[in-house]
């Protein structure tokens, strides 16, 4: 499909076009409508377009529940969607309950250690996490860990994000031995997977990376940030936010390392990528802000 080839400058027109054909044909509620809606949401989501991309989804949602019932996995799988537009968006109160109705709509649908189960209690935990709730989140990671084993085996793509998530977590939680191997083993599968320069492989780069920063290997840590950087600018583009967390990332690194001149040109392209793709009041755009201007103050420079 060419939304999955990330053609999104070919695939947007085509998107549009069976958006209108359908609501010509059908009328605005019909259930083709809410399908063309999410994938164009899709789309607008995958090219940072958050904003547009959360109106086509609440849009969808309610085509589907008024369609299917509100308990349908149809209805699951839009409240999902909408759950981590929120979460990217760093909107996690109106996330958590999305989330949750989700995850009771497909364990009431489906058997409690069916895969999309397993996808739901994983995107569960990852947002309890991010709101800080690390305890209630690691059961849940641990269950959508075992289910994704049980039902795909030990070396597929889906248990890599689930060790991932895991290992993510525990790092949270500052037990840094215990997440190692897990983020490890993910990346092996990844790059055994789809070859080592795949997007998904450069995330496990970096959160590999962090890892040894974190622990002090910062040696060890430099080449894999460096890795997961060029990954990233040559499949998503110079200006997407991931690259930003990249160039911020490396710059952090290299500060803590005394080489602040280099950093300094990092952090300014990375703020300009977050102030431009996420505007100047997202916490990732104040964060890089504040880091550059410690940069600053570290290298005698006064202003931004």
Request: glycine fraction near 6%.
């Amino acid at each position: 499909m060419l939304i999955a080839k990330t053609d999104y400058d070919e695939a947007e027109p085509l998107c549009r076009r069976a958006l209108a054909i359908d609501e010509m044909s059908y009328g605005p509620d019909h259930p083709n409508v809410a399908r063309d809606l999410n994938n164009l949401a899709q789309l607008f989501q995958a090219t940072n377009r958050l904003a547009e991309a959360g109106l086509l989804m609440r849009r969808a949602l309610t085509i589907d529940e008024r369609t299917y019932g509100p308990n349908s996995p149809n209805v699951a799988t839009d409240l999902n969607n909408l759950g981590l537009l929120l979460k990217a968006t760093n909107h996690l109160r109106e996330a958590e309950p999305l989330m949750r109705r989700a995850l009771a709509i497909d364990e009431q649908s489906y058997d409690p250690s069916h895969p999309t189960v397993g996808i739901r209690l994983n995107n569960l935990a990852q947002l309890l996490q991010a709101a800080g709730w690390l305890a209630e989140a690691e059961p849940l990671m641990r269950r959508a860990l075992e289910i994704g084993e049980t039902s795909y085996g030990p070396d597929h793509p889906d248990v890599a994000i689930r060790l991932n998530s895991l290992a993510q977590l525990l790092q949270a939680a500052n037990r840094c031995a215990e997440a190692e191997p897990l983020v490890r083993r993910a990346l092996a599968i990844g790059e055994q997977r789809y070859g080592p320069d795949y997007p998904t492989v450069a995330i496990y780069l970096n959160n590999l990376a962090a890892l040894l920063y974190r622990t002090n290997r910062l040696g060890d840590a430099e080449p894999l940030m460096r890795g997961a950087l060029a990954i990233e600018e040559k499949s998503l583009g110079p200006d997407h936010p991931n690259v930003a967390r990249d160039l911020n990332n490396l710059a952090r690194l290299l500060q803590y390392t005394h080489r602040l001149a280099e950093a300094e040109p990092l952090i300014r392209r990375a703020l300009a990528i977050f102030e431009a793709s996420l505007g100047p009041d997202h916490p990732d755009t104040v964060t890089v802000g504040n880091n550059l201007a410690a940069l600053k103050a570290a290298l005698g420079k006064g202003g931004v």
